[in-house]
């Protein structure tokens, strides 16, 4: 168990849709990091946070948007859902985002993403 | 620019035998590198780091991976292949970008046991 929780663990929806996916980081992690892992594109980093604030941005969407709220929980907001979006959504915390190049990133299970 | 390299997209070895999983990087500095397992519908899981300590990194379930600065190698290495060891193996270097360290990921080994 690596301590980072993403909810939900599936999601079935339809292209145009909106929805938005939620990550508990590692209690006292402070940096949280996005991913889509496809079968096309491999797993692409999107996006990450550190203390409520964005400090990376990856290949991230327009339509994809995140944010990390005081209690430190994140969530990933995807808008007008294309085919093409089904994905794993993986989310990923580490203690912090600077000086110590070792700290390496904690995964939660995912959240598997089908857009009919 | 920094980069990953991991020299085969499939790696098929039968249970019992020696793994080897090669990844080589690009790095304008003495990086920091990781490899992680991913198992089939699961989250990415660290399996060692390298720490610039010692250049022969153990990690968990027998893997070890050795730091080979001449060669900007850092193969993943395990003696003996169980079954429980079929997964996708990517190795990853630490850089540091934009005021910040970021992870670059390789493009993920597959690891087939034949029993």
């Known amino acids: 168990d690596s301590g980072v929780t993403q909810t939900p663990k599936h999601l079935i929806t339809a292209t145009g849709q909106r929805v938005t996916l939620r990550c508990s980081p590692r209690?006292?992690?402070?940096?949280v990091y996005w991913y889509q892992q496809s079968l096309d594109q491999g797993l692409q980093f999107l996006i990450q946070?550190?203390?409520?604030?964005?400090?990376a941005k990856g290949n991230i969407l327009e339509r994809f948007s995140a944010q990390q709220f005081p209690d430190l929980h994140s969530e990933l907001n995807l808008s007008s859902l294309e085919l093409g979006d089904s994905a794993l959504y993986f989310c990923?915390?580490?203690?912090?985002?600077?000086?110590?190049?070792?700290?390496?990133?904690?995964f939660g299970d995912g959240t598997r993403l089908s857009i009919l | 620019a920094q980069s990953v390299t991991q020299l085969d997209s499939h790696v098929s070895v039968s249970e019992g035998t020696p793994v080897l999983l090669r990844c080589n990087y690009s790095?304008?500095?003495?990086?920091?590198l990781f490899w992680y397992v991913q198992h089939p519908n699961k989250g990415l899981q660290l399996l060692l780091k390298?720490?610039?300590?010692a250049t022969l990194v153990k990690g968990i379930n027998g893997f070890e991976a050795e730091f080979k600065k001449s060669e900007t190698s850092f193969h993943l290495t395990k003696p003996s292949a169980h079954m429980s060891d079929a997964a996708e193996y990517f190795c990853?270097?630490?850089?540091?970008?934009?005021?910040?360290?970021?992870?670059?990921w390789g493009a993920g080994t597959k690891l087939i046991i034949k029993p």
């Open positions: 990923a915390s580490s203690p912090d985002s600077q000086g110590d190049s070792n700290q390496p990133q904690h």
């Open positions: 209690s006292g992690d402070l940096s």
């Open positions: 946070y550190y203390n409520g604030e964005e400090r």
């Open positions: 790095s304008s500095y003495s990086p920091s």
């Open positions: 390298y720490t610039s300590a």
């Open positions: 990853v270097v630490s850089v540091f970008m934009d005021s910040n360290y970021q992870l670059i």
